[in-house]
């Protein structure tokens, strides 16, 4: 009879160990599954094709990655959503990283995009001398304009975040011009409006992607695998710019067909992140704008691991 008690014990521990080991196995699944979706915010522009490619192509679930991809019309409320940690990365731009990492907010660049700022006019108003030109304030507009148009014009600034709103001040006569992301610059010179261009210094865009300190600690392998396909769909887009019309004609939303083929394309480039002395640049450029001293030096807003 004790030998057939101990019996029972020992197949009773074996039973328990077996439950445990089988629970805390279900467990690391769902975890890793977790652990390998990623919530991505985008704005209406060109530098999203990367992504809506690797999306619509099916990279990221080669991988074992579920990409949910949300597109914002403003500015701030991709901010909020980052905030709020309701997405986990964003395409955003160094001076709104700047700032938000000078106030505490715990974001990273993890790589640079490369987006493409039409300046849009009524013709003639080119030739005034004072103009008032529409952009959001902390943003890639502002500091593109005061690189191109601020040794050529007398400028006052007007502040409008919403970039269907911003086109119609300008369509309606209350801006002499505005700089807008492509394609929403095409959409106001489908009616009407010139589309000047001009090119960053050095070709590098201020436009970077941007993960949240939680994501980049919780989700480093998804973020990782993020931009293993992001470079994949950015050497097919060079291959073929084609696509890049395509997918951005299919994916963002309001786009009328008559504009796809004025559409003005980057050249994409893979997964980096710019030099210290640029970033710096931009720094010292948005301390000048807000009038506040940004305690905050280039590393402090940068990841390096993903772009090596």
């Given at each position: 009879m004790k030998r057939i008690e101990r019996n029972r014990i020992i197949m009773l521990v074996i039973l328990v160990v077996v439950t445990?080991?089988?629970?805390?196995?279900?467990?690391?699944?769902?975890?890793?599954?977790?652990?390998?979706?990623?919530?991505?915010?985008?704005?209406p522009a060109v530098d999203a094709?990367?992504?809506?490619?690797?999306e619509n192509n099916g990279y990221f679930k080669e991988l074992g990655l579920n990409v949910e991809l949300q597109i914002f019309n403003n500015a701030q409320d991709r901010q909020s959503a980052l905030q709020t940690q309701t997405i986990d990365g964003a395409i955003t731009d160094l001076i709104a990283v700047a700032v938000n990492v000078d106030a505490g907010f715990d974001i990273?660049?993890?790589?640079?995009?490369n987006g493409v700022f039409p300046v849009l006019?009524?013709?003639?108003?080119?030739?005034?001398?004072?103009?008032k030109v529409g952009m959001m304030e902390v943003s890639v507009t502002n500091f593109l304009i005061d690189e191109w148009l601020g040794d050529k014009y007398i400028i006052e600034k007007v502040y409008i975040n919403d970039i269907p709103?911003?086109?119609?001040?300008?369509?309606?006569?209350?801006?002499?011009?505005?700089?807008?992301?492509?394609?929403?610059?095409s959409m106001g010179e489908l009616n009407g409006l010139?589309?000047?261009?001009?090119?960053?210094?050095g070709d590098l865009c201020p436009d970077v992607i941007v993960f949240t300190g939680k994501a980049l600690k919780e989700k480093e392998e998804a973020v990782k695998l993020f931009h293993k396909a992001y470079d994949k769909a950015v050497?097919?887009?060079?291959?073929?710019?084609?696509?890049?019309?395509?997918?951005?004609?299919?994916?963002?939303?309001?786009l009328k067909p008559e504009i796809k083929d004025k559409i003005v394309?980057?050249?994409?480039?893979?997964?980096?992140?710019?030099?210290?002395?640029?970033?710096?640049?931009?720094?010292?450029?948005?301390?000048?704008?807000?009038?506040?001293?940004?305690?905050?030096?280039?590393?402090?807003?940068?990841?390096?691991?993903?772009?090596?």
């Amino acid at each position: 009879m004790k030998r057939i008690e101990r019996n029972r014990i020992i197949m009773l521990v074996i039973l328990v160990v077996v439950t445990i080991f089988l629970a805390t196995g279900c467990g690391s699944d769902k975890s890793n599954k977790e652990d390998l979706s990623l919530n991505i915010g985008l704005m209406p522009a060109v530098d999203a094709a990367p992504i809506l490619l690797a999306e619509n192509n099916g990279y990221f679930k080669e991988l074992g990655l579920n990409v949910e991809l949300q597109i914002f019309n403003n500015a701030q409320d991709r901010q909020s959503a980052l905030q709020t940690q309701t997405i986990d990365g964003a395409i955003t731009d160094l001076i709104a990283v700047a700032v938000n990492v000078d106030a505490g907010f715990d974001i990273k660049v993890t790589t640079m995009t490369n987006g493409v700022f039409p300046v849009l006019l009524k013709e003639g108003t080119e030739n005034k001398k004072n103009i008032k030109v529409g952009m959001m304030e902390v943003s890639v507009t502002n500091f593109l304009i005061d690189e191109w148009l601020g040794d050529k014009y007398i400028i006052e600034k007007v502040y409008i975040n919403d970039i269907p709103a911003r086109l119609a001040a300008i369509g309606g006569g209350q801006l002499d011009m505005g700089l807008f992301p492509e394609p929403m610059a095409s959409m106001g010179e489908l009616n009407g409006l010139k589309k000047n261009l001009y090119q960053p210094e050095g070709d590098l865009c201020p436009d970077v992607i941007v993960f949240t300190g939680k994501a980049l600690k919780e989700k480093e392998e998804a973020v990782k695998l993020f931009h293993k396909a992001y470079d994949k769909a950015v050497d097919e887009l060079n291959q073929n710019p084609q696509l890049g019309r395509d997918i951005i004609m299919d994916k963002i939303p309001n786009l009328k067909p008559e504009i796809k083929d004025k559409i003005v394309l980057p050249e994409y480039t893979r997964v980096t992140i710019p030099d210290n002395q640029y970033i710096d640049k931009i720094i010292q450029w948005t301390s000048e704008v807000i009038k506040k001293e940004l305690k905050i030096k280039a590393d402090d807003l940068v990841e390096r691991r993903f772009s090596k």
